[in-house]
């Protein structure tokens, strides 16, 4: 069974960092590209950011990029999401998702919790 | 990157049909077949219904489908059940740069 399980979030200052992580199971991690997507409260879904499976190749929102960076350590089974220089407006549940079939998020995980707030 | 142009709600009685729409750009809807539609349920994480426009994932009920026409997809459901109502999202390949886009979401409501 497919398993995608985020941890890593709480309360951050502006400004501040976190990093999250997606712990996988179920699958051979490595054969698949890895996505991270937000919601924040009542809004709609944005995509973050993603990974290929070997790692060689990411991709970023704007709205993120030079801030977020992405990785994994396919040894561990973990997908990772380095966050600085965080914003009120980065304030959102954030999932993890496998990119198990083309250009689409076949299994996400249950999402973790970022508050940025003084 | 804007999100995709989605009516915020839609409704219909139980056994009755709703259509939602998703509308974007040449550059991400109309440029590719690589449209897909969520599922999700208050307080819980999305589920992927439709991938690549029509295709369903296994164990999706075929009462979901989808298509496009030009730069607006389409999800259709079909013989609405109580257990549908949830909130639909749309997304988009939308190329090398961009890389993915999603709509503004709909409420579908079983009256």
């Known amino acids: 069974e497919v398993q995608l399980v985020e941890s890593g979030g709480g309360l951050v200052q502006p400004g501040g960092s976190l990093r999250l992580s997606c712990a996988a199971s179920?699958?051979?991690?490595?054969?698949?590209?890895m996505h991270w997507a937000r919601q924040a409260p009542g809004k709609g879904l944005v995509w973050v950011s993603h990974i290929k499976g070997d790692g060689t190749s990411t991709g970023y929102a704007d709205s993120v990029k030079g801030r977020f960076t992405i990785s994994r350590d396919n040894a561990k089974n973990t997908v990772y999401l380095q966050m600085n220089s965080l914003r009120a407006e980065d304030t959102a549940v954030y999932y993890c998702a496998r990119g198990g079939v083309p250009a689409s998020l076949d299994y996400w995980g249950q999402g973790t919790l970022v508050t940025v707030s003084s | 990157q804007s999100a995709l142009t989605q009516p915020p709600s839609a409704s219909g009685s139980p056994g009755q049909s709703v259509t939602i729409s998703c509308t974007g750009t040449s550059g991400d809807v109309g440029g590719y077949d690589y449209v897909s539609w969520y599922q999700q349920h208050p307080g819980k994480a999305p589920k992927l219904m439709i991938y690549?426009?029509?295709k369903r994932p296994s164990g999706v009920p075929d009462r979901f489908s989808g298509s496009k026409s030009g730069n607006t997809a389409s999800l259709t459901v079909s013989g609405l059940q109580a257990e549908d109502e949830a909130d639909y999202y749309c997304s988009s390949y939308a190329g090398s740069n961009n890389f993915y886009v999603f709509g503004t979401g709909t409420k579908v409501t079983v009256l």
């Open positions: 179920g699958f051979t991690l490595s054969s698949y590209w």
């Open positions: 690549e426009v029509n």
